[in-house]
Nanobody, 117 residues
Framework: QVQLVESGGGLVQTGDSLRLSCKASGRTFSNYRMGWFRQAPGKEREFVAAISWSGDFRSYANFVKGRFTISGDNAENTVYLQMNSLKPEDTAVYYC??????????WGQGTQVTVSS
């Protein structure tokens, strides 16, 4: 059974940084693509960033390019999202997800990020 557990969220001020972690367990993830998504109150969930475990693929939403960095630690089965220069509009619940093929089939419970102005 795949389990994804996010951590690292919190309340910060504009311009601050946070690093989110997603610990994966339950199977071998070497062929998976890992993604971060977020959902703000009253809005639909949106894509933030994705990475392959090999590290040769990374993708970012336009609104985070240059501020957020996704990375992975294969030995720890953990994916990170380093978020710098945070803005109030980054406030959302951030979710980790895993995709073996085209769709993200497994999701974590989410971690709240709140950026105050």
């Amino acid at each position: 059974q795949v389990q994804l557990v996010e951590s690292g969220g919190g309340l910060v001020q504009t311009g601050d940084s946070l690093r989110l972690s997603c610990k994966a367990s339950g199977r071998t993830f070497s062929n998976y693509r890992m993604g971060w998504f977020r959902q703000a109150p009253g809005k639909e969930r949106e894509f933030v960033a994705a990475i392959s475990w090999s590290g040769d693929f990374r993708s970012y939403a336009n609104f985070v390019k240059g501020r957020f960095t996704i990375s992975g630690d294969n030995a720890e089965n953990t994916v990170y999202l380093q978020m710098n220069s945070l803005k109030p509009e980054d406030t959302a619940v951030y979710y980790c997800a895993a995709a073996e093929r085209s769709n993200y089939d497994h999701w974590g419970q989410g971690t709240q990020v709140t950026v105050s102005s």
